[in-house]
């Protein structure tokens, strides 16, 4: 390769410098291989490591610029492409940018190409800014990447700069010392969860006691003794981490919409069966090294497969990948990718490699006796997977394995038995009944839930108002017009009839017309949506609708889904009815149920895409009005001035009912879980019920995060001054993220 890059330097130097710059970032587990590359390259030429010192060192400069002074946002742009670009790394992950940027330093700097001394400057002076903030993120930022470099760099500092890196493990033990690691529980997916830094950190000290030799990095560069005759080059050190350049703030790198770092150690298999055979330094490096393959090659499953098959291991890693790729699913406040992303993945290991397949089912069998551990988002997230990965593989499951939760009492407080029954309505979701419960032996279909079925109360001739409902269902059946349905709800039959009852037949019967099918559903309430919008008209009428769509397919959650969703988006209902409902007398014996948390999700998903979209409307008037000359914006009533005046006002007024949702939202959380602490419980609420409701209060608390920093202070004042100390405490968690 050397010898074909040799002969087009000299017309393709630029394009070629790119392409090496461009593989590093995207080829993780090369990074070393590109290394040695340069190092061959530069005994050719050296002007190519110059070239290639002031393209890291303009790097370097604008990684760490934007590492110091990026917000929760994220979206910064990069000016200067020197590695990569927003595009191909992600604007959420400069973090990862960084630390292959250094990985690549370290192994220039093997390869002769960058002096050792360098290095060695560049780590002291990261642990300096991690040593010096006062912002604990920032901090876990900056220490984290010197982590991640020391197993790659570990051996050429202690041959070359023994006392440095005796500096830099000193420094570091003593940022530990400083600052006592805690998790917030909010981040934990599972309530064991060990702290990343503090076991990174034991793992290292381990390795510097065996030599900083480990089995899981390849030292390409001694394949190539010659390299070492070459005269290395300084690599200055940016201004920017010298404390030259001050950022414009302090800011806090924010881990839910900038995930730069790991938290948590996700462990399912004890260390005796993941880890046999080789240090803890090695497992946390492969499994890094998966997680960087997993996002790089997100689009592209086939090519993902061929990088696992790559990473270098002194062992299989088939345990690490499995619970890398579920570390990565459980991920607290949100993955990175789409949970369909890792199905797809355990699915197409599962096909390609036969070790997988045992490996898996241990997993997943460990992890469901163990469900009570479990932050009550991950398990919807695992039964979620499970029900998706038993679809694709024809529901084949050694259910007789998990017989022993037939023999636990069905009181609720058991998260196994819902779990299995929530598994297997999804799994209906994508199949259908009959095909679900014929794979399942016979004594577990008492944990089928019910066959999904809609349940039309006017149906029965003994039924009250029943001519009335089968007489308007006919019309509503017949595609009668929106005025001749008006008409019929005024005729002297339904005259008699009070409001309440008259919405309840109406909407019954336009459920009962597009029961048939989804698109026939969403057909018939786009037709009569009108008429809908005319009865449905007020907050006690809206609490009746969702009731109504409840009792009606009270035996499918999946519709009461899609139905409030679709009610929403067509305004006939609105966040706070649905919020009303969820937290009503009626719905809390059904807190255990994930369609529940689903609706909320949906709910609040919906409201906060229309502010997005506002504030794309805003700004999109704002540059309209910008690009008129000052002089000629003579009058408010210009159409631009009216346009961004008009857009202000209703974003004002939507962010205005937005806080007003989650404090009522949180208004909500605390009264039902303050009843249960007092002990003003129900005979369903119980420790399992407690638990559920409390994770889902942190799931909605840490997920919305970014939005609700601006109301945390009214919320505490209103809210959380005088409740019980349990709640309080989960109120702070949320707070302090």
């Known amino acids: 390769?050397?010898?074909?890059?040799?002969?087009?330097?000299?017309?393709?130097?630029?394009?070629?410098?790119?392409?090496?710059?461009?593989?590093?970032?995207?080829?993780?587990?090369?990074?070393?291989?590109?290394?040695?590359?340069?190092?061959?390259?530069?005994?050719?030429?050296?002007?190519?490591?110059?070239?290639?010192?002031?393209?890291?060192?303009?790097?370097?400069?604008?990684?760490?610029?934007?590492?110091?002074?990026?917000?929760?946002?994220?979206?910064?742009?990069?000016?200067?492409?020197?590695?990569?670009?927003?595009?191909?790394?992600?604007?959420?992950?400069?973090?990862?940018?960084?630390?292959?940027?250094?990985?690549?330093?370290?192994?220039?700097?093997?390869?002769?190409?960058?002096?050792?001394?360098?290095?060695?400057?560049?780590?002291?002076?990261?642990?300096?800014?991690?040593?010096?903030?006062?912002?604990?993120?920032?901090?876990?930022?900056?220490?984290?990447?010197?982590?991640?470099?020391?197993?790659?760099?570990?051996?050429?500092?202690?041959?070359?700069?023994?006392?440095?890196?005796?500096?830099?493990?000193?420094?570091?033990?003593?940022?530990?010392?400083?600052?006592?690691?805690?998790?917030?529980?909010?981040?934990?997916?599972?309530?064991?969860?060990?702290?990343?830094?503090?076991?990174?950190?034991?793992?290292?000290?381990?390795?510097?006691?065996?030599?900083?030799?480990?089995?899981?990095?390849?030292?390409?560069?001694?394949?190539?003794?010659?390299?070492?005759?070459?005269?290395?080059?300084?690599?200055?050190?940016?201004?920017?981490?010298?404390?030259?350049?001050?950022?414009?703030?302090?800011?806090?790198?924010?881990?839910?919409?900038f995930p730069t770092f790991p938290r948590t150690i996700f462990r399912i298999f004890p260390e005796s069966e993941s880890e046999n055979g080789i240090y803890p330094i090695d497992r946390i490096v492969i499994q890094d090294q998966i997680v960087d393959v997993l996002y790089f090659f997100s689009s592209n499953h086939k090519e993902c497969l061929k990088q696992f098959e790559v990473i270098p291991s002194p062992i299989p890693i088939f345990h690490i990948l499995t619970e890398a790729v579920f570390g990565q699913l459980f991920l607290l406040p949100n993955p990175v990718f789409k949970e369909i992303y890792y199905a797809d993945i355990i699915a197409d290991l599962c096909r390609t490699h036969k070790e997988i397949p045992p490996i898996l089912g241990s997993a997943i069998d460990k992890m469901f006796r163990v469900l009570e551990e479990m932050d009550p988002e991950c398990r919807e997230r695992f039964a979620g997977w499970f029900s998706h990965h038993l679809t694709n593989f024809d529901m084949k499951w050694v259910w007789p394995h998990w017989d022993f939760i037939l023999k636990l009492e069905d009181d609720g407080n058991h998260p196994q038995l819902g779990w299995v029954t929530q598994v297997l309505e999804k799994s209906i979701r994508l199949l259908y009944f009959e095909r679900v419960q014929k794979t399942l032996p016979a004594e577990f279909h008492r944990l089928m839930p019910q066959k999904p079925a809609w349940n039309y109360k006017y149906e029965p001739e003994d039924a009250q108002h029943h001519a009335e409902a089968i007489m308007l269902f006919s019309k509503l059946q017949a595609k009668k017009t929106v005025e001749e349905i008006e008409e019929t709800l005024q005729v002297e039959n339904f005259a008699s009839i009070n409001d309440t009852d008259k919405l309840d037949i109406l909407l019954s019967s336009v459920l009962k017309v597009g029961a048939k099918s989804f698109s026939h559903l969403l057909a018939v309430l786009e037709r009569y949506l009108p008429v809908l919008q005319k009865h449905i008209n007020s907050p006690e009428r809206k609490m009746q609708a969702l009731k109504c769509v409840k009792f009606f397919w009270e035996k499918s959650p999946q519709h009461i889904i899609i139905l409030t969703d679709r009610l929403m988006t067509c305004r006939i209902i609105d966040s706070t009815a649905i919020v009303n409902w969820i937290f009503s007398a009626e719905e809390l014996e059904y807190f255990r149920k994930s369609y529940v948390w689903e609706v909320l999700g949906n709910t609040l998903t919906r409201t906060l895409a229309r502010t997005e979209t506002l504030r794309d409307e805003l700004k999109s008037a704002e540059d309209g009005l910008a690009k008129i000359p000052q002089e000629e914006i003579y009058s408010e009533n210009l159409p631009e001035v009216r346009r961004v005046k008009d857009r202000r006002a209703t974003l004002e007024s939507v962010m205005r009912e937005q806080k007003e949702l989650f404090l009522i939202i949180f208004q909500r959380f605390r009264l039902v879980l303050s009843e249960y602490m007092t002990g003003e419980k129900q005979n369903f609420q119980n420790q399992e019920w407690y638990d559920c409701t409390l994770g889902h209060f942190r799931e909605i608390g840490r997920k919305y995060h970014h939005e609700l920093v601006g109301y945390l202070g009214t919320m505490e004042s209103l809210l959380f001054t005088s409740v019980e100390p349990a709640l309080a405490e989960v109120f702070q968690e949320i707070k302090n993220l």
């Open 1 to 257: 390769m050397v010898g074909a890059l040799q002969g087009d330097l000299l017309n393709h130097r630029s394009n070629i410098l790119d392409t090496i710059f461009a593989c590093v970032v995207a080829h993780p587990v090369k990074t070393g291989i590109y290394g040695v590359l340069v190092g061959l390259l530069n005994q050719k030429d050296s002007t190519i490591g110059l070239e290639i010192i002031q393209r890291l060192n303009a790097s370097f400069e604008e990684i760490i610029t934007l590492a110091m002074r990026v917000t929760e946002n994220a979206s910064v742009s990069l000016a200067s492409g020197n590695v990569g670009t927003p595009e191909t790394l992600g604007t959420q992950n400069v973090g990862t940018w960084l630390k292959l940027v250094l990985r690549f330093v370290i192994a220039l700097v093997q390869s002769n190409v960058v002096t050792s001394a360098s290095m060695s400057e560049i780590m002291l002076q990261l642990i300096k800014i991690a040593q010096s903030s006062e912002y604990p993120n920032r901090r876990d930022f900056f220490l984290h990447q010197v982590l991640m470099a020391l197993p790659w760099a570990g051996k050429t500092l202690s041959a070359r700069h023994a006392e440095e890196l005796t500096q830099m493990m000193n420094a570091i033990q003593s940022i530990f010392d400083a600052h006592q690691r805690t998790i917030n529980p909010c981040l934990k997916p599972m309530k064991s969860s060990e702290d990343y830094f503090t076991t990174t950190w034991n793992a290292i000290q381990k390795l510097r006691d065996a030599n900083w030799t480990t089995s899981s990095i390849v030292e390409h560069h001694l394949e190539f003794p010659s390299l070492k005759s070459m005269e290395a080059s300084p690599l200055p050190v940016p201004p920017t981490l010298k404390g030259e350049i001050k950022p414009k703030e302090e800011i806090s790198i924010y881990p839910v919409k």
